[in-house]
């Protein structure tokens, strides 16, 4: 992840004590100084936006794709994400 340049965004147990894992003990001051300080400074509690797009996409499309190679397999699901995509800005 630090190659990538992704913050790790986990939050750790109440009773978690400074070491020596930076990423950790920078969530845990962060924390000490108030959860919602913590959640604003990263996008944690922001699952469910994926979970919502997830459920949408599977009761407009079910689970199943109805192709068999790979590269049609890709074109399915390009083709339902940009309509979903489309109806859901439209909505907004």
């Known amino acids: ?49 994926v979970e919502s797009f997830f459920s949408v996409f599977k009761r407009w499309f079910g689970e199943y794709v109805s192709h068999m190679k790979i590269e049609n397999i890709r074109k399915e699901f390009m083709f339902k994400v940009l309509v979903i995509n489309l109806f859901l800005g439209l909505g907004s």
């Open 1 to 49: 992840m630090h190659e990538r340049g992704i913050e790790p965004c986990i939050l750790p147990r109440s009773s978690a004590k400074i070491s020596r894992n930076i990423a950790m003990d920078k969530v845990i001051r962060l924390i000490r100084r108030g959860k919602i300080a913590c959640k604003e400074a990263s996008v944690y509690g922001k699952r469910w936006l």
